[in-house]
Every structure is written in C-alpha cells, then in structure tokens.
C-alpha cells in the first residue's frame, strides 16, 4: 500500500541560508534548482516543509 505521495520543487536558492534549512532541503531530496522531487506525505517531511516554506512550492499535476 503506497502512501501519498508530493511533489515539491525548489524556486528560491539555498545559499546563505541556515544551515538547518540547507539540510531540510537536502533531506528532502532536492539538489538543485527547480528540481522537482516526490516525497511521501509524512509529519516528518511536512515538518521540514513547513521549515523551508519560502524556498520550495508543491507542484500541482
């Protein structure tokens, strides 16, 4: 049984951000630019979400 599933994209850089939220985005997968990743929807990855809120969008398909 698979989980929901998201998909996040990354729209605004990771440098001179904290540290913290550099590793929430990593966490997440996302190694570059406008890079689409498909994480599960767990508290866990929308905690690091809601962290990095500024950085990333949820792409709609």
């Known amino acids: 049984m698979a989980n929901n599933m998201m998909k996040v994209k990354l729209v605004r850089s990771i440098h001179g951000r904290l540290k913290r ?3 929430c985005v990593r966490g997440l997968g996302i190694r570059r630019m ?3 990743v498909e994480v599960e929807d767990t508290p866990a990855t929308r905690g690091m979400l809601n ?3 500024y950085m990333v969008q949820l792409v709609e398909e």
């Open 21 to 23: 939220h550099q590793a």
């Open 51 to 53: 962290k990095v809120a």
């Open 34 to 36: 406008h890079q689409v």
